[in-house]
């Protein structure tokens, strides 16, 4: 039986073809892909059942650049210190959430819930060079400032 991975959640499916949609977070069959096996590696099993140990979440990372705001999706935002308090956000560089947070010296991360995986298909697939990933939004641009 062939296996279909999720390119965006990692759930796999087993059948003849994907699902036509991701019961995890509900992207189209276009995002699995096949998964081709692997010759057997005695420690990948071991490395892959610790890596299942690490917790992580699934982020909107956000940011402006005077009037314009732009998100993004991000899996990796952990606390660094607590006195003070420091946060650390992976984003790459070549992204415009990068290019806003560098020039506005400010950002906001929401935490998703299993509720919130509508907006990775928002936040997730396009860049917002090419569209406005607010448009049509309900959002609260709260108070920007900066942390002392």
């Known amino acids: 039986m ?3 991975r999720c390119t965006v959640c990692d759930y796999i499916h087993e059948g003849p073809e994907p699902p036509e949609t991701c019961p995890v977070c509900g992207v189209d069959a276009s995002f699995f892909e096949k998964v081709e096996e692997a010759a057997a590696n005695p420690c990948q099993d071991e490395v892959k059942k610790a ?3 690490i917790t992580y979440g699934l982020y909107i ?3 402006r650049k ?4 732009n ?4 899996n990796t935002v952990f606390q660094i210190t607590s006195e003070p308090v420091k946060i650390a956000v992976g984003i790459n560089k070549n992204n415009l959430t990068h290019e806003y947070i560098q020039d506005s ?5 929401s935490i998703l819930d299993t509720n919130g995986l509508g907006l990775v298909r928002n ?3 396009r860049s917002g060079r090419d569209a406005d990933k607010f448009a049509g939004m309900e959002y609260d ?3 920007w400032g900066y942390l002392c």
């Open 61 to 63: 990372v956000a940011s």
């Open 2 to 4: 062939a296996k279909w």
């Open 51 to 53: 890596l299942r140990h």
């Open 123 to 125: 936040f997730g697939f």
């Open 66 to 69: 005077g009037k314009k705001i």
């Open 105 to 109: 010296q400010v950002f906001s991360v």
């Open 71 to 74: 998100g993004q999706c991000a």
């Open 141 to 143: 641009m709260g108070t």
